[in-house]
């Protein structure tokens, strides 16, 4: 692959060629990491934990029950299989009229029944990451610009650039005022992108967002479809995590807020949703993604796309059944909420007896650790790609750390939750704080992070990097070997 470059360079294209698919970072070297050592309880109890993929296996024998109890949902089954001629030739890219229905069905129940949505609306592409490329496309031409508040989702490198040519400018958000995103910081970032000549076609949101798991309020959103409206730029929400709230406010989709603003104040032509199943139904495997636009132009060239990343008319026709089921859909995300929600505290508060706060959130499958504290020097990247290298060598967990998700503070890492059953993540736990342990001394009854304070160096010294090294040789010489030893029970990870 090293040779691509010197000798392909010249027959293969700029798209071939170039290094716009992001993948050259630590957000998917860890999950090769992974996948060269990986945790299995027995089989090998010293690999790495996967803690880089938001995926949510809690609810899937929800789906299973379903399944069994609907053998005629599946052209793949004596009782389905009269169907089997209709559905397997299936090709139009409009999509099934059940599937769409039972998707805006769907769309409405997972944001609380607040909202409708429109199935001539509905169009599909393979996942989000299917819809993210789609919507660009229809938008903006290469060279232009999107904004998207940082910390952004890492493989936004990759869907919104690599094969489209639009840019990417951040707008910064910090930890000072928890990482909200304000009018003001996406005014600033405008500013500067036409101080600079660039064409600024739209601002790019996840809400509920990825990496943070927080949520926009009702009023930041609104301001900001009133901003866009101003400024005549388009506004992307991609909400793959609107069902996947698990406390807190109510989440509060573009959709209702498009319907809350003065119509002087919006223009809808400009606001579209990309949503998919991979999150809230954890069917990412079914690569189910939707667009969802106000903008009937951008409806239909959208579904022209489609065709590039057609759901399987198998899968639409299960789904179709599955989603309009509204029992099965009420009993699923209910319990799904809930099932996230103890996880989501039996994860923080097992972080809490190591010293480690995270910010606070009610979403999404993966929380946003704020390690700062562990790093040798506080200001510095080259720290937390040093205490990730740690992090995934000697702990063996595989995070994400804050950088690969463009955040401009160092120390920050984002950690999955859900995407493992409660023996291993007892076991993630159980080498973090052995981890800690071993390094720090907590202040009784601390809350902030600030307040740990170093053992090994007393106070006033500064962390040495052959310190921290030192240290791990200690946690293993200690009798804890490896860290498998510290997880005898987890069974297999399924990722
Ligand atoms: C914000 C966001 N958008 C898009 C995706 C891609 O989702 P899909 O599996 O549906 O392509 C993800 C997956 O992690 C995500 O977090």
Redesign the pocket.
Known sequence: MGSLKKNGGAILSRIATNDHHGENSEYFDGWKSYDKDPFHHSRNPCGIIQMGL?ENQLCLELIEGWIKDNPKASICTPEGVGQFGDIAIFQDYHGLKEFRQAIAHFMGKARGGRVTFDPERIVMS?????A?ETIMFCLADPGDVFLVPSPY?A?FDR?LRWRTGVEIIPVHCYSSNSFKLTVEAVEWAYKKAQESNKKVKGLIL?NPS?PLGTMLDKDTLKNLVRFVTRKNIHLVV?E??AGTVFAGENFVSVAEVVNNVDSYEVNVDLIHI?Y?L??DMGL?GF?V?IIYSYNDLVVSCARKMSSFGLVSSQTQLMLASMLSDDRFVEIFLTENSRRLKIRHEDYTSGLKKAGITCLTSNAGLFVWMDLRHLLRDRNSFESEIELWHIIIDKVKLNVSPGSSFHCTEPGWFRACFANMDDDTLHAALRRIQAFVSKNHKIVENSSDSDQIVQSNNVKKQKWKQSNLRLSFRRLYEDGLSSPGIMSPRSPLLRT
């Open positions: 938001a393979g996942g989000a990451t299917g993210n989702y493989a869907d996840t990825n991609d793959i995590y990309v998919s991979s999150k990412p690569r993604g």
